[in-house]
């Protein structure tokens, strides 16, 4: 019963913070004709007012994000064009990380680092996963070598996205929040609203974070046989 009660809870931690997430964003994606401009507008009149040079503002199929690599805040195009509280908020977290990366805030450019080393090692882990088994019976301790380089490439990935969280979260209440505050775009109801779409966007890591967590446990239980 308890195993079952335990499973549950896993099961909610990892799944109802997503739904969560979307619930918000959806609620508050309507359109706004009160609105004088879009999320790629207010992308766009931020990266100007916090002096942000040569970051650029894309649409994007791929998720709304920052990329620093070529200095571009990246919207999908439900944000990029709609008037809309969340495109406008959300349009404003992604400016938080243009600042940050222009400030060379430090949890920002190990986030950063983190993510191009962990992309190269989880392009690694497949292949030595496959070899570990193959060459159990030839070479038994270069197949746990190999077993020992794909743990390594999950815990990269990991302390990525546990890096990750605290970075959103400065995003959202350490540089989207106080720009939205101190410039006085929205009034008081949509900035109570506004700090919720920004919750969201902070947590949108937590799941991704939760299941990096158990599979890295689960291969180090292994590795200790």
Not at 182 to 205: C, S
């Amino acid at each position: 019963m308890v195993r079952i009660l335990l499973a549950l809870l896993l099961l909610a931690l990892l799944v109802l913070p997503g739904v969560w997430v979307k619930q918000v964003l959806r609620r508050h994606a309507g359109q706004r004709d009160d609105f004088p401009g879009t999320g790629g507008d207010m992308a766009q009149h931020l990266i100007g007012k916090l002096g942000l040079e040569g970051v650029r503002v894309e649409e994007t199929a791929g998720g709304d994000h920052y990329d620093p690599s070529s200095r571009c805040v990246r919207l999908t195009k439900d944000k990029l064009e709609g008037k809309t509280l969340t495109a406008v908020v959300v349009a404003a977290h992604e400016v938080g990380h243009a600042l940050q990366h222009a400030r060379g805030e430090a949890l920002f450019n190990t986030r950063t680092g983190l993510a191009h080393v962990a992309i190269w090692m989880q392009r690694i882990a497949p292949v030595a996963l496959v070899i570990s088994p193959l060459m159990a019976t030839v070479a038994p301790g270069f197949a746990r070598l190999t077993l020992i380089l794909a743990v390594a490439s999950m815990l990269m990935g990991t302390l990525m996205h546990l890096v990750t969280l605290p970075v959103e979260w400065d995003a959202s209440f350490g540089k989207a929040l106080p720009a939205l505050e101190q410039g006085e775009y929205l009034g008081p109801e949509d900035m109570r609203n506004a700090r919720k779409i920004l919750t969201a966007a902070a947590l949108t890591y937590v799941a991704g974070s939760l299941m990096s967590l158990l599979n890295l446990g689960r291969w180090l239980r292994y590795l200790r046989r």
